[in-house]
Nanobody, 123 residues
Framework: QVQLVESGGDSVQSGGSLRLACTVS????????MGWFRQVPGKDREGVAG???????NYADSVKGRFTISRDIAKNTLSLQMNSLKPEDTAMYCCAASSFNPAPLKASLFGPWGQGTQVTVSS
């Protein structure tokens, strides 16, 4: 049974850092293209960072230099280190896998989704 559980979201001040984790069961994070997305009410899901099975990473322009995607194959976990957080980073963050190698990240090519973890950045 495929299950993704995100954790690590919190409320922080602008300039702060958070580390999100996505614990996956049912498949290996090393076998698929994995992605982090975020969504705010009323807007489409936005791709934040992606990691291919070969370890290649890509990022949305808005987070380049601030966010880092990584994986722990032994723990079957996908992580997102978020530094220098800004109020515009406030969103529900979710992870998912894709059988494709989508760049830029396109939410319609990913799934199933976890329940998400809320990140709130105050100024």
């Amino acid at each position: 049974q495929v299950q993704l559980v995100e954790s690590g979201g919190d409320s922080v001040q602008s300039g702060g850092s958070l580390r999100l984790a996505c614990t996956v069961s049912g498949y290996s994070v090393s076998k698929y293209f994995m992605g982090w997305f975020r969504q705010v009410p009323g807007k489409d899901r936005e791709g934040v960072a992606g990691m291919a099975s070969d370890g290649t990473r890509n990022y949305a322009d808005s987070v380049k230099g601030r966010f880092t995607i990584s994986r722990d194959i032994a723990k079957n976990t996908l992580s997102l280190q978020m530094n220098s957080l800004k109020p515009e980073d406030t969103a529900m963050y979710c992870c998912a896998a894709s059988s494709f190698n989508p760049a830029p990240l396109k939410a319609s090519l990913f799934g199933p989704w976890g329940q998400g973890t809320q990140v709130t950045v105050s100024s």
